[in-house]
């Protein structure tokens, strides 16, 4: 029988790796035979009454393997746990390996079979398990494939910039995937942004810019929030794509850049069209295909299993009582907000040196986010001041609240950040 420490091969890709939501088969060496829902990140497997699967098989070990999701969270790996009689994958005897989609996995004289529909799973930043989901990012797929614009829309958090870059790998691009976010820049700057300048165009451009259309060239140009868009680019904009020429502020020459359009927002964008702020004619232009992320409270599955991933994050479990509290709460700010929740609820649990987040640990909140006042509102320099607040507090939403990250995303010292987040008295309402 061949032994190996660490099996690589040919499972090592992630998308062929057992995946969250996919169901398998179990075949004990005593008893009927039975489909088991992965729906935990960690499984033990054995004899031992306290294993998640017991076997009641002679030639098994009381707790025989471990069987958890790996930390990129890219499928599932199984762990010899120094059995009697070793753990086999599809006949060769592993300690630890890679768990595959499709195989068998045999613990003494018991089998778990994998039979995981290939749609189930991760999808690059997306950890899928509702049957919705996956019918969604199935179709998703095809669009990709085909050269046409596509519209996502969904609330804040949703996910919508995960699929934009699932769109830009299978669609096989080589260019780069080139994200935009049409709410961090109003006026003359989103035009700079968007077309980029010439050295000297305008007041501060001592260096040229080429801009997020001429920087997509041969890959995917991923508007966000594309409502926010002024109304003087929405017409370079349609005009740019559809000629696929770009002329920078400051040029009188155009440049040719061919690239995949992905836009999204979490405003309703017809209403936009109809109340004027929006031009109807780049509105169908960017529609070609029209993609709704529904709210993280209409998918029960990936809610649990995302949950448990970031709790299993910080090594940690939950209580049967937090994890229907978790099921209960409509989440707004869908999958940011439950991160954040998870990390604080995390923090308390260590905090009280526990290994699982009770409900005690689990406060469900909203941010603070201080009000301009009238006075504020007249003053130039307090309305710039509250850009860069706005602008502080989307990073941190897309950090997970994670200082040091949002630091490092930004380009400022973490410091300057605290004294920032200081100055315009930046706090989350959910105390630590």
Same mark, same amino acid.
């Given at each position: 029988?061949?032994?190996?420490?660490?099996?690589?091969?040919?499972?090592?890709?992630?998308?062929?790796?057992?995946?969250?939501?996919?169901?398998?088969?179990?075949?004990?060496?005593?008893?009927?035979?039975?489909?088991?829902?992965?729906?935990?990140?960690?499984?033990?497997?054995?004899?031992?009454?306290?294993?998640?699967?017991?076997?009641?098989?002679?030639?098994?070990?009381?707790?025989?393997?471990?069987?958890?999701?790996?930390?990129?969270?890219?499928?599932?790996?199984?762990?010899?746990?120094?059995?009697?009689?070793?753990?086999?994958?599809?006949?060769?005897?592993?300690?630890?390996?890679?768990?595959?989609?499709?195989?068998?996995?045999?613990?003494?004289?018991?089998?778990?079979?994998?039979?995981?529909?290939?749609?189930?799973?991760?999808? /690059? +930043?997306?950890?899928? *398990?509702?049957?919705?989901? #996956?019918?969604?990012?199935? &179709?998703? $797929?095809?669009? =990709? !494939?085909?050269?046409?614009?596509?519209?996502?829309?969904?609330?804040?958090?949703?996910?919508?910039?995960?699929?934009?870059?699932?769109?830009?790998?299978?669609?096989?691009?080589?260019?780069?995937?080139?994200?935009?976010?049409?709410?961090?820049?109003?006026?003359?700057?989103?035009?700079?942004?968007?077309?980029?300048?010439?050295?000297?165009?305008?007041?501060?451009?001592?260096?040229?810019?080429?801009?997020?259309?001429?920087?997509?060239?041969?890959?995917?140009?991923?508007?966000?929030?594309?409502?926010?868009?002024?109304?003087?680019?929405?017409?370079?904009?349609?005009?740019?794509?559809? /000629? +696929?020429?770009?002329? *920078?502020?400051?040029?009188? #020459?155009?440049?040719?850049? &061919?690239? $995949?359009?992905? =836009? !999204?927002?979490?405003?309703?964008?017809?209403?936009?069209?109809?109340?004027?702020?929006?031009?109807?004619?780049?509105?169908?232009?960017?529609?070609?295909?029209?993609?709704?992320?529904?709210?993280?409270?209409?998918?029960?599955?990936?809610?649990?299993?995302?949950?448990?991933?970031?709790?299993?994050?910080?090594?940690?479990?939950?209580?049967?009582?937090?994890?229907?509290?978790?099921?209960?709460?409509?989440?707004?700010?869908?999958?940011?907000?439950?991160?954040?929740?998870?990390?604080?609820?995390?923090?308390?649990?260590?905090?009280?040196?526990?290994?699982?987040?009770?409900?005690?640990?689990?406060?469900?909140?909203?941010?603070?986010?201080?009000?301009?006042?009238?006075?504020?509102?007249?003053?130039?320099?307090?309305?710039?001041?509250?850009?860069?607040?706005?602008?502080?507090?989307?990073?941190?939403?897309?950090?997970?609240?994670?200082?040091?990250?949002?630091?490092?995303?930004?380009?400022?010292?973490?410091?300057?950040?605290?004294?920032?987040?200081?100055?315009?008295?930046?706090?989350?309402?959910?105390?630590?």
């Amino acid at each position: 029988m061949r032994k190996t420490e660490w099996l690589r091969s040919p499972i090592s890709e992630k998308a062929q790796r057992l995946q969250p939501g996919a169901e398998v088969r179990f075949c004990p060496y005593a008893g009927r035979r039975r489909r088991i829902k992965i729906w935990k990140t960690e499984y033990t497997i054995g004899t031992d009454p306290s294993c998640d699967i017991r076997l009641h098989d002679p030639f098994a070990s009381g707790v025989h393997a471990r069987m958890r999701l790996a930390p990129d969270g890219g499928g599932f790996e199984v762990e010899d746990l120094d059995s009697k009689n070793g753990v086999l994958l599809n006949g060769v005897r592993v300690r630890r390996a890679f768990v595959p989609a499709r195989g068998t996995l045999t613990f003494g004289r018991s089998m778990l079979r994998m039979e995981e529909d290939e749609a189930a799973g991760c999808y /690059g +930043g997306l950890l899928v *398990a509702d049957e919705g989901m #996956r019918e969604l990012l199935k &179709r998703v $797929r095809t669009a =990709a !494939a085909a050269d046409v614009p596509i519209l996502i829309l969904g609330e804040t958090g949703t996910g919508k910039e995960e699929i934009a870059r699932l769109v830009h790998e299978w669609s096989g691009r080589v260019g780069a995937f080139v994200p935009f976010n049409a709410a961090m820049a109003g006026g003359s700057l989103a035009e700079s942004e968007l077309f980029g300048h010439t050295k000297g165009a305008f007041t501060g451009s001592q260096n040229a810019r080429l801009g997020a259309l001429r920087t997509a060239h041969n890959g995917t140009l991923f508007l966000d929030e594309v409502a926010d868009i002024p109304p003087e680019a929405q017409v370079k904009l349609l005009r740019a794509l559809e /000629g +696929g020429e770009v002329r *920078a502020l400051g040029s009188d #020459r155009a440049e040719t850049s &061919r690239f $995949r359009l992905v =836009a !999204a927002t979490s405003q309703p964008l017809e209403g936009r069209v109809n109340e004027g702020s929006f031009r109807g004619d780049l509105f169908w232009r960017i529609a070609g295909f029209t993609v709704h992320i529904p709210p993280l409270r209409a998918r029960p599955d990936d809610l649990e299993v995302l949950a448990r991933k970031f709790a299993s994050d910080r090594n940690l479990a939950w209580s049967d009582e937090a994890i229907a509290k978790v099921k209960t709460h409509s989440w707004p700010g869908n999958v940011r907000e439950l991160r954040s929740a998870v990390d604080t609820a995390a923090t308390r649990a260590q905090a009280d040196g526990a290994q699982i987040i009770s409900s005690e640990h689990l406060v469900l909140g909203r941010l603070l986010r201080p009000a301009v006042t009238a006075r504020e509102g007249n003053d130039p320099a307090l309305r710039l001041a509250e850009l860069e607040r706005r602008w502080i507090l989307d990073a941190l939403d897309r950090n997970a609240w994670s200082r040091s990250h949002t630091a490092r995303q930004l380009g400022i010292a973490r410091s300057t950040l605290h004294q920032k987040m200081d100055r315009y008295r930046i706090r989350s309402a959910i105390a630590p």
